[in-house]
Each structure stands twice: as C-alpha cells, then as structure tokens.
C-alpha cells in the first residue's frame, strides 16, 4: 500500500531535478540527474574526511537497469552528464527503491 507521501515525495523529486538537475544519458536513455562532486575536505571529530567521489541521484524509472547492470559486473557501465562522461562504480537504491545514488569515476 502506497503512503499518501509518495505522490508529494515524487513531486518534490522531479521540481527538484527539472530545476537543479544535470542532462544525463546511458544506454540511450536520457534524464535528468542530482550531480555532486565534492571538492573541499570536511572534519568529521579529529578526523579528516574527503568524500571527493562524483555522485548523482536520479529516479529508479530513468534508467531501469542500470543498478542492475553495475551490481552483475559483466561490462563496466558508463553515463553521461552534461558532457562528461563517467564510470558507474555502484548503484544504491534509495528512497525504498523509487531513486538511486550511483558512484561515479571520471573517464580519463
């Protein structure tokens, strides 16, 4: 049984990745994605902490398949933001499976 915020909570998803969001392909399919790429450290206690991984988030219905693909490990799966592309090192399911959060690595 669906929750009476899961229609708001997808709402939010997509204002917020049509407004904020990056241009983003794979497989031939395009979207639009949550990019992150950290570039200052942070101090978690005493301890540093350089969370430097590219990131996106993007919701599970734009490109079905793809926490599939990177969790069978069979080829190594690259996506496109903007216009730079990137290996998909893993896929998260987040937000009880509706999005996910793919690490990223810069193709050289």
Known sequence: MASPFDALAATAFGVISNALGE?????????????QEPSTEQRIGNVDYAP???????????FPGLKAAVDAGATLEEITIGTTVYYVRKVEAIQDGKACKATLKRKP
Not at 52 to 62: G, H, M, V
Request: charged share 15%; aromatic share 12%.
């Open 23 to 35: 241009p983003a392909s794979w497989g031939g399919l395009t979207g639009q994605v949550l990019y």
């Open 52 to 62: 430097l991984e590219p990131s996106c988030e993007y919701k599970a219905e734009i």
